[in-house]
Nanobody, 117 residues
Framework: QVQLVESGGGLVQAGGSLRLSCAAS??????MGWFRQAPGKERIFVAS????????DYSDSVKGRFTISRDNAKNTVYLQMNSLKPEDTAVYSC????????????WGQGTQVTVSS
């Protein structure tokens, strides 16, 4: 059974840092990413990383502050979040897919990140 399990969320003051982790079990994926959903808003893309080359992509709102990485040996993807802002407050979800041209097929349960001002 494929599972994505996130951890590392919490409460932090503005300007602080958090690191999210997403451990995948059951199989490996070509692409893994992070999305977030703020209260009353749609889920949006945050960052993604490919398996083979480690190519990364970021939304403009987090570029320069967040870093996505993966440890293929542990089948785990990370999201290092620095210089956090109150508008980063959301439920962050890990997602995975095998192919570049498909939507994400597997999702984690999400972890809450709250940034206080």
């Amino acid at each position: 059974q494929v599972q994505l399990v996130e951890s590392g969320g919490g409460l932090v003051q503005a300007g602080g840092s958090l690191r999210l982790s997403c451990a995948a079990s059951g199989r490996t994926f070509g692409y893994m990413g992070w999305f977030r959903q703020a209260p009353g808003k749609e889920r949006i893309f945050v960052a993604s990383i490919t398996g083979p080359g480690g190519n990364t992509d970021y939304s403009d709102s987090v570029k320069g502050r967040f870093t996505i990485s993966r440890d293929n040996a542990k089948n785990t993807v990370y999201l290092q979040m620095n210089s956090l802002k109150p508008e980063d407050t959301a439920v962050y979800s890990c997602a995975a897919k095998q192919l570049r041209w498909t939507g994400y097929t597997h999702w984690g349960q999400g972890t809450q990140v709250t940034v206080s001002s």
